[in-house]
């Protein structure tokens, strides 16, 4: 399950900007976690000796943030994809 913009990159992108084009939104702590989100996938691609508890770790953050809008719900569909192309559960 591949596509250029369901990348942690991209996906960054994506939430660290929301307030430059949507001014009202800059306050909402939600766009700061789903770009710190990604950013810890940025990491977890990154890193060497990747375990099952990372992947569990980065899930389990995720669900703590209750949303539906906003590609939080690509976000996890995507982190799965990728951690699951490695073998992880997910």
Request: proline share 4%.
């Amino acid at each position: 399950m591949s596509n250029e913009f369901f990348n942690p990159q991209t996906m960054r992108e994506y939430y660290a900007n929301i307030s430059v084009y949507y001014p009202e939104n800059r306050d909402d702590p939600h766009w700061r976690k789903g770009a710190e989100m990604c950013e810890w996938w940025l990491r977890l691609q990154a890193e060497q000796g990747l375990q099952q508890s990372d992947i569990d770790a980065f899930l389990e953050k995720h669900h703590a943030e209750v949303s539906s809008r906003s590609m939080w719900p690509a976000l996890a569909l995507y982190f799965r994809s990728w951690a699951s192309e490695r073998g992880f559960y997910a």
